[in-house]
Structure formats: structure tokens, C-alpha cells
């Protein structure tokens, strides 16, 4: 094999082209999901800071009737929220300004990549790793979807951070310790995800040569940081509650290191061969990721051992801190919706690890031993080279399609409700139930009382009224479907005789099958002339007329169209 020459320009600026084009399509999409909590003129948030302040005790009366007494979402994102409130105070109506910011963040990330591999890679494994990590699926989330600008900011910042800090290694300089700390307290007030740093410094700093006190001495700093952020974030509040989607260790040790397993299987895939890991959480679907991280795991580990004999010096000591670090580095993300978007360091290490197994691959001295390793780098690179960029193309496809449905939802609604009136959603998809309030007033202007999400369902409500102010609302696969987990923790399911009383309405669950309530009784204080029914049609917002005292009626489920 010749040498490689030493990385070009001309090579970086191929990947990050490669990078944008692939993610283009979500680049060029408007608002979606989480974005309409941002642009929500009705509550905006309290301050700049606080954008990523979802759910609080003050919010039930805008949330689910099923939702946990205790539920709460809050994140620590103060840098994030006001990259967020730039966008929307400098172009309100558009998100393209959103999108370009997000855009930069995605280059300064790249070029930070590419610095860390020339750092710590051979010259081969550095062009390998580059274009492994510029189409894999990692963070096309992270870069388009507005929401997700935090996972995108505090990439760019850890990324650099490791280079600051192998830089330091090499000079022991001062200004480069400086640097990866200073870069290190600004990732923990983006986004949790800056706690990986935590886990990549222990090992890149633990895992070498160096006598016991010099580890110690090197990392004291770091840890100690890490202590008082983790000790503040618990203190203030802030993290997941009453969820069983979101589990955190200090809310739920226990059921957090439960999940651990299957979700660095799925991550693993998605790195892999660009399976999205949010499959684990869609029903049908949560054993295919998890089955595939197992055979990806399998395979690289093979590959592993194959490439040994061919390995240098480097390699192994490369080998001894990076391999520990990806699969710790994931362990931010294990307390949400694994999509891999907050384990963008991790991938970073990962495909540095793949870059020098493949190169080393290739080495191998005896016909047999070649042909095992052209056969699994053959597997290996198909995932990488193929499989990730046109997963990478389906889900920036997938948030373009979703943010134009969610605008036609919006713009082409059919809803007359009372100015400052209750309203109630019906059988809507689980997207636009939770964005309905949102969506309107970002589109026509609705002004609205309160709003509760009624049901969720995959089959037709039946909806009774019993009296002036009494429903009863009943389904056959129950009123709620999955999304039950992401408002109560998994432990606590539904049982018949549960009651739950809000501002707006009283809730007494009457009959459960498999945990969901398929049968509930609903009383509205007062009377019901200010309360609307919604659901969605087609995709679109309408509005359903309140039967007689006496008379029933039937919401038809209608899957959404993207």
C-alpha cells in the first residue's frame, strides 16, 4: 500500500460539501415540531435563557390529561436559547436565517473534526475518518432541525475542546489548558451533551503511560467541574421527570441504567449502517435497531481482531483511550429519545476507530487472512459509504416533508373556535396533537384559552354526551396510544378508578385494557359553549361540532401524510 499524503484543503472542502448537500433538503424546511414552542407568540419564553424550559408544575393545565403529577422538562441550555432568540428576533417570519445559523455551526463542527483527526489519526485513517463522518447520519438532525441547535453548538465546542487538549498534551502549555476548560464550561451551558467531554478527557487522560499523579493532576480540573455542574443542574431542577421516554439517572437510576443496553445498540447501528436509532421507540420497530447494534457490534469487533497483528504502536495507544470513549461518550444521550444527535463526539471517536481498523484491514500478509478482511471491510464500508448518506438523505427528506405538513396543517385549518375559548384535540396524530396551539398561532392567529390533548388513537372514538358538561369518550385500542410513555413513567400505568383533575376538566378512567384507558368519563366545569373539539383531517386542523346531550358521535383516525 503506498503512503498516504498529508490532508489537503481541497479534501475538506469536498466533505463539508458532501455534508451540507446531504442534509440539504432539511436545511431548506421550515419550522418543526419543538420550533413552534419557539416561535409561540402567546407564552413566549420568560427570558432569552430559557427557551429549552419546556414543562413545569405551571404547565398541566396546557399538557396531556394523562400526564404524571410529577412530570417536568427542563434543560440547561442558556447559550443555545439565545442563539434561538437571535434567530427569531433578527427574522421572525423565516427560517432560513435559523437554518444558515445552524448551517455554520455544522462547518465549525466539521473543520473541528478534521483538526482532531490530523491530531491523533495516520495519514490514510485521517481522509477515511473525514468521509466517514462527513455522510454518516449523525447529525442531520442535529444540523436540521432548529430545536436541536444545541446538539449542533455543543459538538463544535467539545470537538475543539479535544483539540485544545491533545494540544495541550503534546506542549503542556498553559493557553491550550485554558482553552479546553474555558471550551468545556461553555458546552455545559449548551446542552447536557457537554458532559461527554467529561467522560473523553478521562479516558484520553487516564488511559496512557503517564505516572499516577500527573493523571490525577491533569484531570483534577475537569472532574471538578463536571461536579459542580451535575451538583447545580439536580439542585435547580432541571432534567426529565414523571417520563418514561426520558430517564434520567437522577430521577430513575435503576430504570436509566436499564435502558442503557439497547440503546448503545441502536446508536451503534445508526453509526454503522445509518439505521435511525429512533426506531427503538416506534412500535413494530424498537427490536430492529437493537438487533442490527448487535450484529454491527459483532462485525467490528471482528474486524478488530483481524487487524491486529498489522497494528503500530500508535494504534494501540489510540485503541486504549478512543474505543472506552465512544461508548462512553453515548451515555448523555440514554436519557432521551436516542436519535444519536446528542452523541456527536462519540461518532467523532467512532469513526476515527473505523478509519484505522479498515486501514489496517487491508494489510493483512496471508491470502486467507486478506480475504476475511477485504470480505468484512467490505461490509463495514457499504454501511458507512452507502447506507449512512442515504439514510442521512431519507431523514433530512423526512424533517423537510414534516415541517411542510405541519405549515399546511396550520395554514389550511378549518377551525372556528371562540376567541379565548377551551379547546379539546380529538384523534389527531401524535405530531400535530402536541404542536396543535402552537401551529395555529404561529399561522392564523388563534387566541386560546387553554387547550388539552384529549386523545391520541389509532382507531375511531366514540364520544358520548352524558350531560350538559359530561362525555364519556371510549375506543377499543384505548384513548391514548404510545405516547402514554413519554407523559408517565413506565412503572406507573393506568388502572381503572385513576381520576385526574385539572383546571379545565375532570378525568375518571373507567375501563383499561393492556394499561391504556380505553374507556373514560369527562366532566368540564362550567358549561361547554366556549369548548371546542378538534381534530385533524387530511392533515388539516377542523373543527367538530358538540353533540346533543344524548347523542354520540365518531372521530375516524387518519394517519398523516408526509
Given at each position: ?7 489537503r ?88 436565517g ?69 494540544m ?12 479546553f ?38 484531570l ?108 462512553l ?26 478509519a ?22 467490505g461490509?463495514?464500508?457499504?454501511g ?47 405530531m ?16 386560546f ?86 381534530t ?27
Amino acid at each position: 500500500m503506498k503512503p498516504c499524503k498529508k490532508n489537503r484543503w481541497s479534501t475538506k472542502l469536498i466533505c463539508i460539501g458532501i455534508s451540507l448537500l446531504l442534509i440539504t433538503p432539511a436545511l431548506a424546511s421550515g419550522y418543526l415540531n419543538d420550533d413552534y414552542f419557539f416561535t409561540d407568540t402567546q407564552s413566549p419564553p420568560v427570558t432569552p435563557f430559557s427557551y429549552y424550559d419546556f414543562f413545569d408544575d405551571d404547565s398541566a393545565e396546557q399538557m396531556p390529561w394523562w400526564m404524571h403529577e410529577s412530570f417536568s422538562l427542563r434543560f440547561w441550555r442558556p447559550l443555545a436559547s439565545l442563539s434561538l432568540h437571535l434567530d427569531f428576533t433578527l427574522w421572525p417570519d423565516s427560517p432560513i436565517g435559523a437554518h444558515a445559523q445552524s448551517a455554520l455551526w455544522l462547518v465549525l463542527m466539521l473543520f473541528g473534526a478534521f483538526r482532531f483527526f490530523e491530531m491523533v489519526l495516520s495519514p490514510c485513517a485521517q481522509k477515511w475518518a473525514g468521509l466517514f463522518f462527513s455522510m454518516g447520519l449523525f447529525h442531520t438532525w442535529a444540523a436540521g432541525w432548529i430545536a436541536a441547535r444545541h446538539s449542533i453548538m455543543v459538538a463544535a465546542m467539545l470537538v475543539w475542546a479535544m483539540v485544545a487538549m491533545v494540544m495541550w498534551r503534546e506542549t503542556k502549555r498553559r493557553k491550550y489548558e485554558v482553552a479546553f476548560l474555558l471550551l468545556f464550561i461553555l458546552s455545559l451551558n449548551t446542552s447536557e451533551s457537554g458532559v461527554a467531554f467529561l467522560f473523553a478527557a478521562a479516558c484520553f487522560g487516564w488511559l496512557n503511560d503517564s505516572p499516577f499523579r500527573q493523571k490525577l493532576r491533569d484531570l483534577t480540573p475537569v472532574l471538578v467541574i463536571g461536579a459542580v455542574y451535575l451538583t447545580a443542574y439536580v439542585v435547580a431542577g432541571y432534567g426529565a421527570r414523571g417520563s418514561g421516554l426520558y430517564v434520567t439517572p437522577f430521577d430513575d437510576p435503576v430504570g436509566a441504567l436499564q435502558t442503557v443496553p439497547s440503546k448503545m445498540l441502536a446508536l451503534m447501528a445508526s453509526f454503522s449502517m445509518g439505521l435511525p436509532a429512533m426506531l427503538r421507540v416506534l412500535p413494530k420497530t424498537s427490536q430492529i435497531p437493537v438487533v442490527a447494534g448487535v450484529i454491527c457490534l459483532w462485525i467490528w469487533f471482528g474486524a478488530l481482531m483481524l487487524s491486529r497483528a498489522n497494528r503500530s504502536g500508535a494504534q494501540k495507544e489510540l485503541f486504549r483511550w478512543m474505543i472506552p470513549a465512544t461508548f462512553l461518550c453515548m451515555l448523555p444521550e440514554m436519557s432521551g429519545l436516542v436519535e444519536g444527535r446528542g452523541s456527536l463526539l462519540s461518532a467523532i471517536f467512532f469513526c476515527g476507530v473505523a478509519a484505522e481498523i479498515l486501514t489496517t484491514l487491508f494489510k493483512q500478509p496471508s491470502r486467507m487472512a486478506r480475504f476475511w478482511s477485504y470480505a468484512a471491510g467490505g461490509v463495514l464500508t457499504t454501511g458507512l459509504l452507502l447506507l449512512s448518506p442515504l439514510s442521512r438523505v431519507g431523514a433530512s427528506f423526512f424533517i423537510y416533508k414534516g415541517s411542510q405538513a405541519l405549515v399546511e396543517g396550520g395554514q389550511q385549518s378549518e377551525v372556528n373556535c371562540p376567541s379565548h375559548g377551551r379547546f379539546f384535540l380529538i384523534n389527531a396524530d401524535p405530531m400535530m396533537s402536541v404542536m396543535a396551539p402552537f401551529i395555529l398561532s404561529a399561522h392564523k392567529g388563534n387566541v386560546f384559552e387553554s387547550w388539552m390533548q384529549f386523545t391520541i388513537s389509532n382507531s375511531p372514538v366514540q364520544i358520548t354526551r352524558e350531560g350538559e358538561n359530561e362525555l364519556i369518550v371510549q375506543s377499543d385500542t384505548g384513548v391514548v396510544d404510545s405516547w402514554l410513555k413519554l407523559y408517565r413513567p413506565s412503572d406507573a400505568p393506568m388502572k381503572a378508578g385513576d381520576t385526574v383533575r385539572r383546571a379545565q376538566m375532570t378525568v375518571k378512567v373507567m375501563e383499561v385494557a393492556n394499561h391504556l384507558p380505553t374507556k373514560i368519563k369527562v366532566i368540564v366545569p362550567g358549561d361547554m359553549k366556549n369548548t371546542c373539539f378538534l381534530t385533524a383531517e387530511q392533515h388539516r386542523l377542523i373543527t367538530i361540532q358538540l353533540p346533543a346531550v344524548g347523542e354520540r358521535i365518531t372521530v375516524n383516525w387518519q394517519p398523516p401524510t408526509l
